[in-house]
């Protein structure tokens, strides 16, 4: 709180040396209009009161943030209820902290990275005026509710990854994008299998029949024990068992 409510602070340059930066720092300073992002930043600690917050949450004027090139992670909680409208985040970001832009009701836009990781608890939960997220198929690591109360979003997600399973057990609107690259992080054992679905054909009564092909790298099988196949499908489809049907047989 060492800057809260300071109302004529416009600007503020902060040197990359900096490590922390505590709740609500230069939190509802009504004139704030830019502010950078150090290098070294790396947490949010709460106020004396266990109020963890952004340092920034409340200062109304400050509607953008361009992450700088070099950083690799955005802090727990580092801008939320901050009146962000847009993120610019850098190639080099490989995770979002959790709650890191929880209830920043203002914001539409975040860039999307395709070296990104890792999402943590709540990241964007309360994103009301949200529509388009674009997950890369390089993020793995999902928090709960990372979307929670985005009212209006669409996630984008190749169709074949991590982030489309995601989205599906989530019950997230999501777009699947079209395509398929063969990479390690697809497979459902990284090391010993591999698989492709695709969709057959499209009936007339609304139906789409599908093949999905599992099978062991040569030299593998011997290796594998206990294995077990789950298939995932959104809320808003049904699955008729009596047509699936396992090399061939019902």
């Known amino acids: 709180q060492a800057f809260q409510n300071c109302s004529s602070l416009e600007t503020i340059e902060l040197p990359d040396c900096v490590e922390t930066i505590g709740a609500?720092?230069?939190?509802?300073?009504?004139?704030?209009?830019?502010a950078n992002f150090p290098q070294s930043w790396k947490s949010v600690p709460a106020t004396q009161g266990g109020t963890n917050a952004s340092p920034f949450?409340?200062?109304?004027?400050?509607?953008?943030?361009?992450?700088?090139?070099?950083?690799?992670a955005i802090p727990s909680y580092a801008f939320s209820s901050s009146s962000l409208e847009s993120v610019s985040l850098p190639s080099t970001l490989t995770s979002i902290g959790a709650y890191a832009f929880m209830n920043c009701k203002s914001l539409t836009y975040v860039e999307p990275v395709d070296g990104l990781q890792s999402i943590g608890r709540e990241a964007f939960s309360g994103c009301t005026r949200l529509k388009l997220f674009h997950l890369t198929d390089s993020v793995t690591s999902f928090g709960q509710n990372i979307f929670y109360n985005c009212k209006n979003l669409t996630v984008e997600c190749a169709q074949h990854s991590f982030a489309a399973i995601y989205c599906i057990d989530s019950g997230l609107p999501v777009?699947?994008?079209?395509?398929?690259?063969?990479?390690d992080s697809f497979r459902l054992s990284r090391d010993k299998t591999y698989y492709i679905a695709n969709t057959?054909?499209?009936?007339?009564?609304?139906?789409?029949?599908?093949?999905?092909e599992y099978g062991y790298k040569p030299g593998m099988e011997s290796g594998v024990t206990n294995q077990s196949l789950t298939i995932r499908l959104p809320s808003s489809a049904k699955l008729l068992e009596r047509t699936l049907r396992l090399n061939g047989a019902v």
């Open 24 to 34: 609500y720092a230069f939190g509802s300073c009504s004139s704030l209009t830019s």
């Open 57 to 72: 949450a409340g200062s109304a004027k400050l509607t953008g943030m361009t992450v700088p090139e070099g950083v690799t």
């Open 175 to 183: 777009h699947l994008l079209d395509g398929f690259t063969d990479r």
């Open 200 to 212: 057959v054909s499209a009936l007339a009564s609304g139906l789409i029949s599908m093949n999905l």
